[in-house]
């Protein structure tokens, strides 16, 4: 059972750059979610889907787009990359909005 | 501003010690309430969670944590800490700010667990 899958696990951008994270979960779960991890911040929400069809914004939003593509996949675009976007992304997904989180093991992004 | 609050950035203990890990939050109606475990490398693992009933919840790997409301508080507990607890700890809180079905969910910036053979 692989749960939460993210790829790709490691990434190196260039200022400007743009990549896709790619977030699929096989618990026929309805929500689905985009964390970033700094240290010190703790988790910050980027994007959420309550259920395939729609997003949301999340704390952090500026400089991410994400597409529900059906209701496995969840994926994560960075347009334009900022040093400040170096951190580790986690997808996590879970039956309703208000239940428990599954996670993936995290996707590690250097923008230089 | 409503808010997770870990007081505790850093703990050590020693093997076999009791751990209490705390948490505070500051949202007006009883949340949903949740421990993760974040282990070096690794996503992050639910430990317990609490939505009603009983105040004490069990969870997995013998901690546990208990909801005082009067407190608003969620500490974790551990009777006796091995070293294969030496990870980094999270409280989350789920909350519906604008009471109209809309759930958030917000994290603290968690607890590192050192513990010394």
């Known amino acids: 059972n692989a749960g939460v899958t993210q790829t790709p696990k490691f990434q190196v951008l260039k200022t400007g750059q743009s990549m896709t994270l790619q977030c699929a979960q096989d618990m026929n779960h309805n929500s689905m979610y985009w964390y970033r991890q700094d240290p010190g911040m703790g988790l910050r929400l980027i994007y959420y889907s309550a259920s395939e069809g729609t997003t949301d914004k999340g704390e952090v939003p500026n400089g991410y787009n994400v597409s529900r593509l059906n209701k496995r996949e969840f994926s994560l675009r960075l347009e334009s990359a900022a040093p400040s976007q170096t951190s580790v992304y986690f997808c996590a997904s879970s039956e309703e909005v208000n239940s428990p989180l599954h996670f993936g093991n995290g996707t590690r992004l250097t923008v230089t | 501003a409503q808010s997770v609050t870990q007081p505790d950035i850093h703990i050590t203990v020693s093997e076999g010690a009791s751990l209490e890990l705390r948490c505070n939050y500051s949202y007006g109606a009883t949340p949903y309430l949740f421990w993760y475990v974040q282990s070096p490398g690794q996503g992050l693992q639910l430990l317990l969670k609490?939505?009603?009933?009983?105040?004490l919840v069990q969870g997995i790997k013998g901690f546990e944590a208990e909801f005082k409301r009067s407190q608003s508080s969620f500490n974790l507990r551990k009777p006796s800490v091995h070293w294969s607890d030496a990870a980094e700890y999270f409280c989350?809180?789920?909350?519906?700010?604008?009471?109209?079905?809309?759930?958030?969910?917000?994290f603290g910036k968690g607890t590192k667990l050192s513990v010394i053979p």
């Open positions: 609490y939505f009603s009933g009983d105040t």
């Open positions: 989350a809180v789920v909350h519906e700010p604008s009471g109209a079905g809309s759930y958030q969910l917000t």
